[in-house]
Structure formats: C-alpha cells, structure tokens
C-alpha cells in the first residue's frame, strides 16, 4: 500500500522487450520446445482463484457497468462483482495501489505516474483509436473570454487534474504550438469539482471531457479552443492489480471479451447505449446526444509490441519534459507474453 500523499506527490512532482517468439514462430528444436512449454503455460495461466472482482470506474460514467454484462457472464462462476467509483483516473489508481480495487479502466497517463509511485500494476487491454477518437476531450474557454485561439494559452492558468489523461493532452498540444509545460500554469483540481466554477466564469482555460463538456455546451457556457484529435495518444486501458492479475488470468480473459463483444454491441445500439446514459447517469436527453456524436466504439487493442512502444514514448515524453522525476520502463508492467497470447483475442493484437 502507497500512502495517498505519496501518490499525490508524485503526481503533482511532475517495455528485456517482448521475446520473438511471442511475434514470430521458429523452425529450431529449441523452438519447438518453447512452443511446447508456451502451450502448457497457456492452459495453466486460465486459472481464477477469486470469488470477488473488484472494478473501478471513473465518474463520467462506464457502460460496462451498466450493462451488467460481467455479472451475467460471472454469477454462474460463483464470482461477485462490485464497482467502485472514483473521480478521475489517478484517484482510481490511488485505490487500486492501497487495495481496494482489482481492475479499472483509465486513460493512457495515470499508469505512468501510478508505476511512477511504485505501484504494482499491471496493463491488461487498450482501446483502438480512429480519427475521431479525441472529438470529446477539449481545452476550452468562457465564451466571453478573451483568448481567441489556443496559441493565446500562453502564460495562462490551465485547470485540469494532474496525472490524469489531460496532462499528456496539454503536454502534447502545446508541443504542436512549439510551447512546452513550462509556458501555462497548471491548477490541478478533478474535472468534476471544476465545472460549477467554470460555468460561472470563474476559470480561465478548463480542460474537460463529455459529459462535462456537452453540460456546458447545452448551457451555451463553453468555447472550444482545441481537441485531442491528431495528438498520437495510445488511448485508455483497463489496469489490474499485479498479484490479482497473476492469480486470475482466466478472469482477465473474461473481462477482455466482454469488452470487445461490448463495443461491437453498443457500435450498433447506439440508440439503447443513449437509453443507459439517460437512466444511469442521470444526463438529459440533449445533452446524450451531444455526447453521443462524439463517442466512438471502436474496439479493445492487445498489448501487442506497437501498443506498448507508443505507451512508452508517453512516459519518456512525460521524463524528458521534467513531469515526472525518473524514467521507467512499461515493460515493468506487463504480463509474460504468453499469458498475454492466452488471453488476448488474436485479431485485437495489432
């Protein structure tokens, strides 16, 4: 366990490399053996000692949960879900780092500065990105702020929760203007606590996301600077817990498929996925619909070599630009490949 301080601290402070033969098969005797001990690996590592699952979930909401799909495919298992709520991802990470949560689903950021703090995490599944991916996370102004363009952000305070997937989206997008982090001042405060003192003027540049975003914007109370579109973000992933992950690959298997199949679901119930946002996050209609535009449903990305080499360049980039205090290694957080192999759908390794 990690002391909330300590997390917090680093956070405001500022992959050896998969073996071949997880990508490419071998015609070598040795190979043959390895394959043969990958196999047996592979039907050894479905294993599921838990009787709980433990799920984080962030406060902008989680289909996932509403769908209760996880409870019907686990109730006959005998395994319990519970969610846990927290209101952004590096509060998530804080509890899963002081044991209170198995899995939880953040963006590309909190794992960095969580491993960072010495968290015992490991990555389970990414998310697959198309061009429109990024349309619902923006920097954004009062409509009656002075600041006309995003290159006037400079020497502006910028509020948004440090640690959280924001902080790379700033760090990148005033990289793109030939700025750097040093150029804003940087308030750090949850999204959610933010938005009463955004709407009332009262913060100069907000960096938020649906359904905060699509709030504001109903109530005509928002002028969108820029979005993340075009920034080279991973995108989000589902963390487990290192010694949970080590002790229930077969549940991580679960948990990946669902999520896969969930995508293709709500792709093509777009309307009964509005229906869910309505009922469970309490959201009017015209504001789901507004988010709705901007969601996209793309799929669940394996932590294929490619996924893992771009999260890294996040975290050097988080280094190099004086963020965090020291570099690490995302292969730190991984699982062996073959348990990866085992439990990974093939077509989402890319």
Not at 75 to 92: H, M, N, R, T
Not at 105 to 129: D, M, N
Not at 156 to 163: C, I, M, T
Not at 322 to 349: C, F, H, Q, S, W
């Amino acid at each position: 366990m990690i002391k909330r301080r300590r997390f917090l601290n680093v956070a405001t402070s500022g992959l050896c490399g998969f073996s071949m033969a997880y990508m490419l098969g071998s015609c070598s005797q040795q190979s043959q053996q390895n394959v043969s001990n990958s196999a047996t690996a592979n039907l050894n590592s479905l294993a599921i000692k838990t009787k709980v699952l433990r799920m984080g979930y962030q406060s902008a909401g989680d289909l996932f949960r509403n769908r209760k799909v996880l409870e019907k495919r686990l109730e006959p298992l005998g395994i319990k879900v519970e969610w846990a709520q927290f209101v952004q991802g590096p509060q998530l990470m804080e509890g899963m780092a002081a044991g209170r949560v198995d899995v939880g689903s953040v963006g590309e950021t909190p794992p960095i500065f969580a491993q960072v703090a010495g968290s015992k995490l490991v990555y389970v599944v990414g998310t697959q990105r198309n061009q429109r991916t990024g349309k619902s996370s923006v920097i954004a102004v009062p409509p009656e702020s002075p600041l006309k363009k995003f290159e006037d952000i400079k020497g502006q305070e910028v509020y948004f929760q440090k640690g959280s997937a924001s902080h790379y989206f700033i760090l990148r997008a005033l990289q793109s203007i030939g700025l750097t982090i040093k150029d804003i001042k940087i308030k750090s405060i949850p999204t959610i606590e933010a938005r009463a003192a955004f709407l009332e003027g009262k913060i100069p540049v907000w960096m938020t996301g649906d359904p905060h975003y699509a709030i504001a914007e109903k109530m005509g109370r928002i002028r969108v600077l820029r979005d993340s579109v075009g920034l080279d973000s991973p995108g989000g992933y589902y963390i487990a817990e290192r010694k949970f992950a080590q002790e229930n690959p077969g549940l991580l298997k679960i948990i990946i498929e669902e999520l896969q199949d969930l995508d293709k679901w709500a792709e093509t119930h777009r309307d009964e996925v509005a229906k869910l946002m309505i009922t469970e996050q309490k959201l009017d209609e015209d504001v789901v619909a507004r988010v709705m535009s901007r969601r996209t449903f793309v799929g669940r990305r394996g932590l294929s070599p490619a996924l893992i080499a771009e999260q890294q360049r996040v975290a050097d980039l988080f280094f190099e630009a004086g963020v965090i205090p020291k570099e690490i290694n995302i292969r730190d957080a991984l699982l062996p490949p073959d348990v990866y192999a085992a439990i990974t759908p093939p077509e989402i390794m890319v």
